[in-house]
């Protein structure tokens, strides 16, 4: 029976990262290992990237700032948050959110190619 568990858990994995996302399942993955108390942040995460992806800017920014404030130490969060803050014109929380998320893992790429267009883009639009 063990042996049996054992085989399928790699299966359901593949099978959930192919369905949402692989960002968002190891987002997800990474919010549920860390406690039942990070399972409404794993919630609002996804509410948040939803909405962010279906260009409902205002609900994304209220989904990913209390996931934030709910599980402060998931990079991916302070990302998507940061897009969010972007999409809705909020340029300085959105460079912090970005910060953030690369203070929190440094081998997150997405959360620093964001921080390095954000910057050039602030700059080139500096007087």
Not at 57 to 70: G, K, Q, W
Not at 76 to 94: K, M, V
Not at 99 to 115: F, G, I, K, M, P
Request: glycine share 6%; net charge negative; aromatic share 4%.
């Amino acid at each position: 029976m063990a042996c049996e568990r054992k085989n399928l858990l790699p299966r359901l994995t593949s099978v959930l990262a192919s369905l949402l996302g692989r960002e968002l399942w190891w987002g997800l993955l990474l919010l549920l290992a860390s406690g039942c108390a990070t399972f409404e942040g794993a919630r609002l995460y996804s509410r948040g990237t939803a909405a962010l992806e279906e260009g409902r800017t205002e609900n994304a920014v209220a989904d990913l700032e209390r996931a934030a404030e709910l599980v402060p130490h998931v990079s991916e969060i302070q990302n998507h948050l940061g897009i969010a803050y972007q999409a809705a014109g909020r340029d300085a929380e959105a460079v912090r959110a970005f910060e953030r998320a690369v203070e929190l893992d440094c081998s997150n790429v997405a959360a620093q190619t964001n921080l390095e267009r954000i910057r050039l883009r602030i700059a080139r639009e500096a007087p």
